[in-house]
């Protein structure tokens, strides 16, 4: 029988984790994706924030369950969140991002959930894992760099490189050979996520796995290329307008699948196996949802002014490794910031178009040294929280 304790912090954690969904929904994950379809005018500020709130529902549900369980059960080792543990990691993260939300402070979620659950865990007694640290950090560095650097190739290959006539359709087709290799739970079997290229590939007999899944990938792409080769030699501009569209549903998807785990990851040390996975990330999905239906549209209104001045090259070169960029962060279960991945896009793409004239490195630096200080503020925080709790004798 659930004693009324338990049943209280069940219901504080709970809170506290929806609460994190809706402000990952109505932040940069639930406005970004259509923003640049907005600022081309492809679709409505209100048609965006309805798309982006599904997609992003669609993700959480089929692709969250790899950085949820990173998040709940793999950052510390040596001991397992009892409920009280997890409730202050949850309320240290949803404080930290209330006050960023409140303030205008950029609390970033992914910093700032790690650090509560790291801080939370060592008060509990556990030890550093070291092996998922790298992993992360890792990840965490290399983001600025790699996006930044893809957006930069992306955006001098379509401003300068190459005819745009050419240069969409082959983008495309890369794009559809990523997608094509992009695990789903559905595909697979039970509880395993499979590939369509290796759903694909499993139902043709005599090719060996890895020469079916390339070829299959080979023409996946091949046939995104042809569809969108023939959607630019019709109207070009507004095949640019149909890609953005494109690129911000696999984007909201990909936002979903990547940061779910932040706001549900907590819960599971919590709840343990009485409550099946999929329906925590459908609780977490629902919280998405909800942010991106009510909070977004303000969001993606005022970002589509701005991504209206990048233009749709650079729109394009900063959404594709967005998408790539997350997507890796899912397959590897690794809990990252969105805000990051899209930033340093962003500045790619700016820095292809006219140097270093449109960067402001002031603000690049505060927004650095925000993500720095959400993970070292969130890690103390998580850390006395609990050690407080402990205190008090509720542990």
Known sequence: MVSVAGLL?????????????????????????????????????????????????????????????????QLILGATLTPVAATAALLTAAGLVAFGVFTGYPIATA??????????????GGEPAWAKYQQIVTLWVLVPFVGGFIAYVTARLLRDWADEAVAVPLLAGLVGALLANVKFVLLGPPGVGWSAARTIAASIGPLSDLVARVAVTLALGALTTAVVHYDVSRDEDAAQRHF????????????????????????????????????????????????????????????????????????????????????TAVFFGIPVSFNEIIVSAIVGSGLAAGGRAGISRRKMGFTVLAWIGSLAISLVFGYGVYFALELAGLH
């Open 9 to 73: 912090t069940l219901v504080v954690a709970a809170v506290a984790s929806l609460f994190m969904a809706w402000a990952i929904g109505a932040g940069s994950s639930g406005s970004t994706p259509f923003a640049p379809a907005v600022g081309a005018n492809a679709i409505s500020v209100m048609r965006a924030g309805f798309f982006v709130g599904i997609l992003g529902f669609a993700g959480a549900v089929l692709q969250g369950a790899n950085v949820s369980e990173a998040v709940g059960k």
């Open 111 to 124: 910093f700032t959930v790690t650090g509560a659950v790291v801080g939370t865990g060592l008060a509990l």
């Open 244 to 327: 953005l569209l494109a690129l911000g549903a696999l984007v909201a998807f990909s936002a979903g699948g990547s940061q779910v785990g932040l706001a549900v990851g907590p819960l599971l040390p919590l709840i343990g196996d009485d409550v099946p996975l999929v329906y925590v990330l459908v609780g977490g999905g629902i919280g998405l949802l909800a942010g991106s239906w009510t909070g977004a549209p303000r969001m993606i209104k005022a970002l589509a002014q701005d991504y209206s001045s990048l233009g749709p090259r650079r729109s394009i070169a900063a959404l594709i490794p967005s998408f790539a960029i997350a997507q």
